[in-house]
């Protein structure tokens, strides 16, 4: 008999998300209270306007969406400086992926990502059987941006970053990142390149670049954003990318009609008025971030140092021992032994009680 499926499917891992803290409880039975620091949600809750106009927009439960994302589109252009052309929304930032290689890739052509980068730039480029070009990060746990251009064939149709990373935390600094674009944009044909900027409110180094500066530079850009970590709203599945008008043509061809709910656009619009969320939200991030990674490196802990709301940690131990032995205690942190970084573990920064609660817990933990 014919398999069912070929082998690019065979071999896909499904991703495995953060534990949900309800199925903790069930699993072992924990009573007292479950902190969850394992999927990079944002601590303080939904944006409160967000939050509101999605109460709203529950009473037209019975009307399909806007399928052209008018409003949201509008907004998006006015908050960035662009045309409204230019934007497309997913139903999150993971399904504008999947367009994007669905859109402009073929069989035999590849893609080019960086060795321990979000996992779903894998998975959405296997499901097509596409060849995957993983390319060894430099020192550092960054992506090493000139062995990532010289991966680039003519076949290479698409290159994923993020800047800055999950699951490492890092950043590509302003140069490295022009002189990447500079290095393709004199290729003939140069590829399609993804920088997703789902974690850039949470940045403060000075030579970090917002690669909206750098469209005109190089015309194949796609900067790539979220409404799922900052503005709170990761259970509406809201995210968007900036790219020329005509491959976000080409996107509206292939994309659902619907592809984006209407609670979440109605939300999402909303949430571009909540700076000031925004600001308690990366201003709280910054603090608790700079406190824990102080922390954990005061118990022994190496932390890559971060530029997100997460930091990566190794403790000495198999990452996967540390991650279940803090499930006891009823924190959840992620184990990254799907990214093969087995020894480590990624730590969502939470409010300061949450943050107390891991340090505590993993001090336990570590003396046991
Ligand atoms: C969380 C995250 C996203 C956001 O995904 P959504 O589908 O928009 O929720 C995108 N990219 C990276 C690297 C992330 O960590």
């Known amino acids: 008999m014919k398999p069912l499926v070929g082998d690019h499917i065979e071999t896909l891992k499904p991703y495995v998300p953060g534990k949900p803290i309800e199925e903790l409880r069930r699993e072992r039975g924990i009573t007292t ?15 409160p306007l ?31 400086g662009v045309s409204p052309e230019r934007v497309v929304a997913g139903n999150g930032s993971n399904e504008l ?14 893609v080019v990502l960086s060795q321990y980068s979000f996992i779903a730039y894998r998975i959405v480029s296997q499901v097509l059987g596409l060849e995957i070009r993983s390319v060894p990060m430099a020192e550092g746990f960054v992506h090493d941006l000139s062995a990532m251009a010289q991966a680039v064939d003519e076949r290479t149709r698409l290159v994923f970053t993020a800047n800055p990373n999950n699951p490492t935390g890092t950043y590509n600094n302003a140069d490295q990142v022009k002189d990447f674009l500079q290095t393709l944009a004199a290729r003939p044909n ?14 403060d180094a000075e030579d970090h670049i917002d690669s909206m ?3 005109d530079l190089y015309p194949r850009l796609i900067t790539m954003r979220t409404f799922s970590k900052i503005y709170g709203l990761a259970a509406f599945r809201v995210g968007y990318m900036v790219c020329s008008e005509e491959i976000a043509g080409y996107v509206n061809r292939t994309r659902a009609p619907f592809n984006v709910n209407r609670i979440g656009q109605i939300a999402a619009t909303a949430a571009l008025d ?4 925004v600001e308690r939200a990366a201003s709280l991030n910054t603090t608790e971030r700079a406190r824990v990674t102080t922390a954990l490196e005061a118990m022994g802990v190496e932390v890559i140092h971060s530029q997100t709301n997460f930091v990566l940690c190794r403790c000495g131990r198999p990452g996967f021992e540390i991650y279940d032995a803090l499930l006891d205690l009823g924190t959840i942190t992620r184990p990254m032994n799907g990214y093969g970084l087995h020894e480590w573990v990624r730590i969502s920064i939470g409010t300061p009680e949450q943050n107390d609660r891991l340090l505590s817990d993993l001090a336990q933990v570590l003396k046991s």
């Open 50 to 80: 967000a939050l509101a106009a999605a109460h709203k927009a529950i009473e037209e439960a019975h009307l399909y969406p806007d399928g052209a994302v008018f409003d949201l589109r509008q907004r998006l252009g006015k908050h960035l």
């Open 274 to 277: 909540d700076m000031a969320f």
């Open 190 to 203: 140069p590829p399609l390149v993804i920088v997703d900027e789902a974690y850039i409110e949470f940045v």
């Open 213 to 215: 500066t750098l469209h």
């Open 33 to 47: 209270e479950i902190v969850k620091l394992a999927s990079n949600e944002n601590p303080l809750g939904g944006s």
């Open 97 to 110: 992926m999947e367009i994007l290689v669905r859109t402009f890739t073929a069989p035999g052509d590849n």
